[in-house]
């Protein structure tokens, strides 16, 4: 139990182990380096018996410490290849960045350029729309002031027309005022001249009024023919000598006013009783 308690047998082993360890790690170590010359390997070992060992102080165990890792070899082509490469994925990242930055801003001045061409056809378009809408007022405008001067001078003339009319219409009054007195004056006259040639028959009526178309030449001159008796209430004897008197009148008097001279009159003739 003794034996069992100290753990004899297996440092031994333990020690062993680690001998054979490092006896191979030397090996190793002269295979990698050919041109030092191979040494025998030798190992000192004195048997020792269980009743010669005194019993060894107890101690910790300590955990073994790592074997360093063997440093890499160094190769300077690989960090250069690496530094280069580095150095053009760098460079490559640089240039997509500008790239995509070049990109990105020809996007936007495209886009700007195209928001600017929109806004300037709308401006353009409305104003279209403005100086066709203007021409359009003015058109209308232009219209409206021709048409109130049509109508304008339209009522002016209208106005003159009825201003004249009215003038010629109160002259034609005027001068048919005048004329009708002319004319009765006239007619009155020759109805005196033929009364003064009017013999009158056995047969005259009472209040005998007779219409008489006579025919005037220039001068007053009545010609047999042109008389004639178209209505009387006396009988044909006062019919012969209405026409009788008015022939002996001629030359009949001209009118005082030579305007209301007329070729064909009708001349009502009451003789003076």
Known sequence: MARDQYNIVPMTMAVIVHVLAFGGLFV???FARPDRPDMPLAIEATLVTEDALAPPPV????????????????????EERAR???EKRQADLRAEQERIRLQQEEDRQRREAEEADR???????????RAEAERKRQEE???QRAENERLRREAEQEAIRRRQQEEIEAEEQRLAAMQADDLARWIYAMNNQISRNFVPPASLPINLECVVDVRILPG??????DVEVSRCNGDDAVRRAVEAAVIKASPLPEPDNPAIFQRDLRITFKPEQ
């Open 28 to 30: 190793a170590f002269d």
């Open 59 to 78: 101690v910790e165990e300590k955990a073994p410490e790592p074997e360093p890792e063997p440093e890499p070899v160094v190769d300077d082509d690989a």
């Open 119 to 129: 806004k300037r056809r709308e401006e353009e378009e409305l104003e279209k729309r």
């Open 84 to 86: 280069l490469e580095e």
């Open 141 to 143: 405008l232009e219209r």
């Open 220 to 225: 007053g001159r009545v010609v047999s023919a």
